[in-house]
């Protein structure tokens, strides 16, 4: 879309048109844009591009200290501009032939398949904009199941209520025996125990050192030396 059909577009929409400052970083002097004042962040990172002969696919805008988006949640991004209003545009080097390198921080961020959920991106929206919650965090908050938030608010739920009872510490100590004992997983037909307790006629594994084998070696030893020198 063409400086003149996004003017036009937005004209027919009645809106009202400013002027605004563009800084370039780099050695280009400030220049001056005459935009409609509201228009989706897409539409200006285009004008810009053609005033200026950038390219928009590496173009970056930063309005206020914020680098401005073009969708968020699948949604068009819009932006209010007045009069005087002042825009930093800064444009991202291209890796060199050859490499496949990408500098572009937004890639280094935590990010949701795109196959996800509405209402999980709209949370994930309010968590990352709203409450500024770290990306690891954020990775693990949606790395859990369904299954696995349940049974977590059960168990505060649960910790709640012994407290309240005074059984905190056996609470605790109940809840990790059965993390130890769930998380045992099962013995296919022929697997052999690590502790010979567990074994069909307390069967030991091949090269288990214990008391009885280095009895049985000292004696094996003792008696190839008596053997030796009678």
Not at 13 to 40: D, N, Q, Y
Not at 110 to 130: C, E, G, I
Not at 174 to 183: A, H, P
Request: charged share 25%; proline share 5%.
């Amino acid at each position: 879309m063409r400086m003149e059909e996004i003017v036009e577009e937005t004209n027919g929409k009645h809106e009202k048109m400013v002027e605004i400052t563009l800084k370039i970083i780099g050695p280009a002097r400030p220049s001056r844009l005459h935009v409609p004042c509201s228009l989706r962040v897409h539409d200006l990172r285009k004008l810009i591009a053609g005033k200026n002969r950038l390219p928009v696919e590496n173009l970056k805008l930063i309005s206020q200290g914020k680098v401005l988006h073009d969708r968020e949640d699948e949604d068009d991004i819009y932006i209010q501009l007045n009069d005087g209003d002042s825009l930093i545009v800064a444009v991202k080097p291209k890796a060199p032939s050859g490499l496949d390198i990408d500098d572009d921080e937004e890639d280094l961020k935590f990010q949701l398949p795109q196959s996800t959920s509405w209402w999980k991106k709209k949370l994930y929206s309010f968590l990352l904009n709203r409450l500024k919650l770290p990306d690891i965090l954020l990775m693990a908050i949606f790395s859990l199941s369904l299954k696995a938030w349940i049974l977590v608010i059960l168990w505060f739920i649960l910790a709640h209520v012994a407290h309240k009872w005074d059984l905190g510490p056996l609470y605790i100590l109940g809840t990790g025996f059965c993390t130890i004992f769930l998380n045992l997983g099962r013995r296919q037909p022929g697997d052999v125990s690590a502790y010979s307790i567990f074994n069909e006629d307390f069967r030991e594994l091949p090269g288990t050192l214990n008391a009885d084998a280095i009895d049985r070696d000292i004696r094996t030893e003792g008696a190839q030396t008596w053997m030796m020198h009678p």
